[in-house]
């Protein structure tokens, strides 16, 4: 029977709660003291975030073609506890769901008008438009996915084949050797388990913006810290609720919902949108994404201010899930080879993101600077973010039922992922976890859910979208470090696999 892991459990929690309590007592002196680490962290720290994930992107390809790809995760007798539309599902919906629905249409608005300095193109100009969709398949694609799969597919090895604890330290089982987990592996799981946190409150609160923005615009509701607050406490109590009932049930159910809405949404804004402009606008994005793949990864030739606030903010953000998520990943992955791993969660949950921002980010570039159907830059500026999708809904029939519909999908999405995260925190926080016992105690996903929501609700009632990026960094930089040491172990096996696994 599972039991709480107080070496784990503690210390992330009594500093996080006591970091909390302070941000309520004196903002804006917290705000500042945040501010300054997010800044010391860009300055000194921005180039590693960059050649770190591309570092990881290099790996899984060379992985995918490497003896080890062909290694079945669990050994050769294991069988599946998913089925393949049920994998593609959960990782589509647990991992940057949330953020393909904020960002999508919004995101390109930033590029298109306020390009970066350095790369020799004029805002508002057709050289931008392309800019700013080769940006958004950058930021949301393979690369981030990478980051996920390399430390998911690290995990599941770990823990199947190399019948490791389940620990964040068993991940780097090929550079220290089996050791009993003790002082070494509760420091990085309950770091990591900080790490989440604030990557959790980062993306709850472009969750809770994106329900923000629903309400206003259908509801006549204006934002508000109160707004804000109500809003975090119902998403919280449903990922909750949704955790509580078990690893396939709340999760399998609602990332099936999702993935379907994801579909059926995409391919109405393709039919009635601008068709024929996506198609030429999104080859022409996809050579440009292609031909600066290398140095805009390492933010060569930007400037470093706009690398620091997208870029660099991107890679802390999945860096922050990136631990804990493995977790959950590596869980549900037995029964399927190395390769299959690869293909779903890097491949084709990049595929399905390019064809998503080829759709969205696309229509909101033709509104806005192509077509002048709806000046949407003046949307984002009045409302922020959260109002753009709304407005690019508006220019297309059957209007109101499709913001509902997306405000439905934004709010499941959420839930979704933040409900397979809280069971692997939960997890990671108890002792006796097993293949054969794989629940915590559901009090630990009450603390860790509820949590969540009041950082996440302090951040963006106090600093809005600034308040999501430094929430990000913050997390992300000491995942950073274990990430970048779990894909050193994976070398080390892909050198000599052999010695670790029956190829």
């Known amino acids: 029977m599972p039991k709480i892991k107080l070496p784990v459990f503690l210390p992330p929690a009594l500093l996080l709660l006591a970091s909390t309590i302070y941000s309520l007592y004196d903002p804006a002196d917290f705000l500042v003291k945040v501010k300054a680490a997010n800044d010391w962290i860009l300055y000194h720290f921005g180039w590693l975030f960059s050649s770190g994930t591309l570092f990881f992107f290099l790996l899984c ?31 589509l919906c647990t991992t940057i769901a949330i953020g393909i629905l904020f960002w999508a249409t919004a995101e390109p608005l930033y590029h298109l008008h306020t390009p970066p300095g350095g790369i020799g193109v004029k805002a508002e100009s057709p050289e931008a438009a392309r800019f700013a969709l080769s940006t958004m398949f950058l930021h949301w694609t393979f690369t981030p ?26 991940m780097l089982y090929p550079l220290i050797g089996a050791r009993k987990p003790g002082v070494w592996s509760h420091t990085i799981d309950a770091v990591c388990l900080y790490s989440l946190v ?64 994801f579909f059926v949404l995409a391919l109405f804004v393709l039919f009635f949108g601008p068709t024929r402009f996506l198609f030429a606008y999104g080859a022409e994005s996809m050579a440009d994404y292609a031909r600066t793949f290398f140095p805009r990864s390492l933010s060569l030739g930007v400037d470093k ?49 390019i064809v998503w921002m080829l759709i969205f980010s696309g229509s909101a570039v033709y509104m806005d600077f192509v077509g002048h159907t709806a000046n949407l830059y003046s949307t984002l500026q009045k409302q922020g973010p959260e109002g753009v999708i709304y407005a690019v809904l508006d220019q297309l029939p059957l209007a109101q039922l499709t913001g509902l519909a997306f405000l439905s999908t934004a709010f499941l999405s959420y839930v979704a992922g933040a409900d397979a995260n809280t069971s692997a925190m939960s997890s990671l926080s108890s002792t006796g976890i097993s293949p054969e016992s794989p629940e915590a105690p559901i009090w630990i996903k009450i603390v860790w859910g509820s949590l969540v929501g009041l950082i996440a609700w302090v951040m963006i009632a106090n600093a809005g979208i600034d308040g999501i990026k430094m929430a990000s960094t913050l997390g992300g930089f000491p995942a950073l470090f274990l990430v970048l040491a779990v894909a050193l172990g994976l070398v080390k096996i892909l050198l000599k696999p052999g010695k670790y696994l029956e190829i």
């Open 61 to 91: 390809i060379w992985i995918y073609f490497s003896p080890l790809a062909k290694v079945k995760i669990g050994g050769k007798d294991a069988q599946p506890m998913l089925t393949r539309w049920q994998w593609f599902s959960i990782t």
């Open 145 to 170: 996915y990478s980051i996920y799969t390399v430390a998911g597919l690290m995990f599941a090895i770990a823990y199947y084949n190399l019948k490791q604890p389940f620990s964040l330290g068993s």
């Open 198 to 261: 604030a990557g959790m409150a980062a993306s709850l609160g472009a969750g809770i913006l994106t329900v923000a923005g629903g309400m206003e615009r259908f509801f006549g509701i204006q934002d508000s810290p109160t707004l804000l607050f109500l809003i975090a406490l119902v998403i919280v109590f449903s990922f909750i609720v949704s955790a509580i009932t078990g690893l396939f049930n709340g999760i399998r159910i609602l990332s099936n919902i999702n993935t379907y809405a």
């Open 305 to 353: 201010s706009w690398a620091d606030s997208w870029t660099v903010f991107y890679w802390a953000n999945w860096l922050a899930w990136t631990p804990v998520t493995a977790l959950f990943l590596g869980r549900v992955a037995i029964g399927y080879t190395v390769r299959d791993f690869i293909n779903y969660n890097l491949v084709l949950p990049s595929l399905f993101s």
